[in-house]
């Protein structure tokens, strides 16, 4: 589904990602981790096409994206929804016209896009009557929602989620993590993750560890908490000495 090589991208001097592997198949639910201040957020923005990577290829079902823009880009990544970190939902709108923001800013009535946003409303587990709410009434847990929601409007077949429990609390986290898997299996979607948590760990297929610009490995996440690479053993069990903090202490 997704093919990266050799990707980079620099900001000034500062190297972010390094000539980056990856391969994400069809129908795989991938968490990537790594340390903050990694490049994870940066490399999600480069797949989404948000960030145009300075050299490298990424391939999307079979279209090169590199390269593309405007027209051009928004069709090869139609099928293709993103979940911001913190929903960036617009406080100045309700709940309905955020779900419904591209159908509607795109000219097509409100009595046509209702019945759209109710049913997206519906399968993210929130109650209608949250339409007619604005964000500033939501609570954390509820944006991430109502965030994606709006993203199921464009039944993507490739999902990319941008630290989607920042900011909650553990049960919230579990509840969005089970909703999570349940959009990835009802959609038959392809899941791209980016987290600290390693409580998503039980509803990935695979994890893959992100450092100093490159995935440095990948594995099944079934067996991630016995992994013998030392990098995904020291972040997961959040140990101050491994390889992953050797610079820092020299």
Known sequence: MIAIRNLCKKFGSK?????LNL???????????????EGKSVLLKQLMGLL?????SIVVGDTEIVGLAGVELAHALKQCGYVFQF?????????????????????IAPHI????????????????????????ELSGGMKKRVGLARTLMGNPRIIFYDEPTTGLDP??????????????????????V????VSIFKYSDSVAMLFEGGIVHKQPAGSIW??????IRQFIHGLADGPLTKNLKE
Do not use: W
Not at 52 to 56: C, H, R, W
């Open 23 to 37: 391969d994400i198949v069809q129908g795989e639910f991938l968490t990537i981790i790594g340390r903050s201040g």
């Open 52 to 56: 145009k990577p300075d050299s490298g």
């Open 113 to 136: 896009v209702r019945p759209l946003a109710e049913e997206c409303i519906l399968k993210v587990g929130l109650s209608l009557d949250v339409l007619e709410k604005y964000p500033d």
């Open 171 to 192: 049960i919230a986290t579990q509840l969005i993590h089970e909703l999570m898997r349940k959009t990835h299996d009802e959609y038959n979607a392809t899941t791209i």
């Open 226 to 231: 016995q992994s013998d690479h030392p990098m």
């Open 87 to 107: 929903a960036a939902l617009l406080d100045s709108l309700s709940v309905f016209e955020n779900v419904g923001i591209v159908m509607l800013e795109s000219g």
């Open 194 to 197: 980016i987290s600290h948590d």
């Open 15 to 19: 190297q972010i990602t390094h000539n």
